[in-house]
């Protein structure tokens, strides 16, 4: 079945750090791959989609790319802030799918000053 | 701005005690959903529903109930509650196949605490 393997935390970045969070996937056929972040107290907010292979997804300097022939979703930003802390998830989904999302397993961070 | 609210937000109460979490949505989803979250972040599908009168089970077993009389509330209930069923639980919603990119709408959770 249907996996998303999602790097470990917690990752603890100073203010203005490169940030990579490495997810992969598993999928029987052309999924969309979503990240999802979750602030403290809240529930979980889009962050960013792509719905087909090479498809850059990208929005509040986050930014991430489907690559099919990795199998692979990392997030990425270029200099992290304070206010992003949070619970990042990474996120398959088949449009049309009854069931929908499959989550990793979540990966915290935090931003140091 | 939510268009799709949890009640109450968080509730502490004793073992035994019969409870239910309310989740509404104005978006005119047809499809919502319960998810578990425990303290390690990973969340669970517990409940999901394609519509008005139907309901489904999700990937982890779990001992609440869920009913969709109308399209825009999908309230869980757990009859008598246990330690065990201290959590975070999530409610969710998504759009119909015509238009259904795969995006789920999250509430803001109800954080139960069970005595």
């Known amino acids: 079945g249907d996996s998303v393997t999602q790097m470990e935390g917690p990752v603890t970045l100073s203010e203005e750090a490169f940030l990579t969070i490495n997810c992969t996937y598993t999928?029987?056929?052309?999924?969309?791959l979503f990240w999802y972040v979750q602030y403290p107290g809240e529930g979980l907010q889009l962050l960013l989609k792509?719905?087909?292979?090479?498809d850059k997804g990208s929005n509040k300097g986050f930014e991430a790319t489907y690559r099919k022939e990795t199998t692979s979703f990392h997030l990425e930003k270029g200099s992290v802030q304070v206010s992003d802390s949070a619970v990042y998830f990474c996120?398959?989904?088949?449009?049309?799918?009854?069931?929908?999302?499959?989550f990793g397993s979540g990966t915290q961070l935090t931003v140091l000053p | 701005e939510a268009d799709i609210y949890q009640t109450p937000r968080y509730l502490v109460i004793g073992t035994g005690k019969k409870i239910t979490l309310e989740c509404s949505q104005t978006?005119?989803?047809?499809?919502m959903y319960w998810y578990q979250q425990d303290p390690g972040m990973e969340l669970h599908l517990i409940h999901y529903?394609?519509?008005?009168?139907?309901?489904e089970k999700g990937d982890l077993s779990s001992e609440s109930t869920v009913s969709r009389i109308r399209t825009e509330h999908f309230p869980l209930t757990l009859e008598s509650a246990r330690p065990s069923h201290t959590s975070q639980y999530l409610c969710?919603?998504?759009?119909?196949?015509?238009?259904?990119?795969?995006?789920?709408?999250f509430g803001e959770g109800s954080r139960l605490t069970v005595l």
């Open positions: 969710a919603s998504s759009e119909s196949s015509g238009g259904n990119t795969g995006e789920l709408f």
């Open positions: 999928a029987t056929g052309y999924p969309s």
């Open positions: 792509a719905t087909k292979a090479d």
């Open positions: 996120a398959l989904s088949y449009s049309g799918s009854a069931r929908q999302l499959t």
């Open positions: 978006m005119g989803h047809d499809k």
């Open positions: 529903s394609y519509g008005v009168n139907s309901t």
